[in-house]
């Protein structure tokens, strides 16, 4: 565990997460909200940036779990903890942090201090990372003849997976993969 020894000194959000790290967490949050169609660019200069910054967020996080453990919305405020899901949503490149942040974050949805969505969204991103079938069908491959494509989920049944989604307060999958579609509703 990190030194701690000067956490007393900084101010602290509810829950003892300080709320220095509770505003960077909210500030990733904000920045990859705003960067992540760099991602999907065709200039690989934007697609770099955006490499970048996940794994610079990504070595962020694994410091701050270090540290704090899972940054909850009791912990670290709910922008926060939606920061923190994020930055392990998207460390595609760093799957032993999604692995990681998967295993802190179901122990904090057990005690009923994170999103059961983000658990879901997370484990799905981690299985198709590791090349396995998903469970809640929320990641979607790519867009072929103009609808998306999902990745396979483990279940073929879509309403069966919509049951699944529901449970989690997920949107049907038609209605998540409709957000997808060029000039589908975001």
């Known amino acids: 565990m990190g030194d701690m020894g000067n956490v007393g000194d900084r101010a602290a959000a509810p829950g003892g997460i300080p709320e220095d790290v509770a505003a960077e967490l909210r500030a990733m949050k904000r920045e990859q909200t705003g960067s992540a169609h760099l991602g999907l660019s065709d200039d690989f200069a934007e697609q770099l940036a955006w490499r970048r910054l996940t794994a610079e967020h990504g070595d962020r996080l694994e410091r701050i779990l270090d540290e704090y453990g899972w940054p909850t919305a009791a912990g670290a405020g709910e922008e926060a903890a939606t920061g923190a899901w994020l930055v392990a949503q998207h460390a595609d490149r760093q799957l ?63 309403a069966r997976v919509d049951a699944l989604r529901a449970e989690v307060g997920i949107a049907p999958f038609a209605e998540h993969t409709a957000r997808h579609a060029p000039g589908g509703p975001r």
Do not use: K
């Open 96 to 158: 032993g942090l999604q692995r990681r942040a998967l295993s802190l974050l179901e122990r904090a949805v057990a005690d009923g201090g994170a999103s059961p969505r983000h658990l879901a969204f997370l484990r799905d991103r981690v299985l198709v990372n590791e090349g396995r079938p998903q469970i809640y069908g929320t990641q979607i491959a790519g867009v072929r003849d103009g609808a998306p494509v999902p990745w396979p989920c483990a279940d073929p049944d879509p």
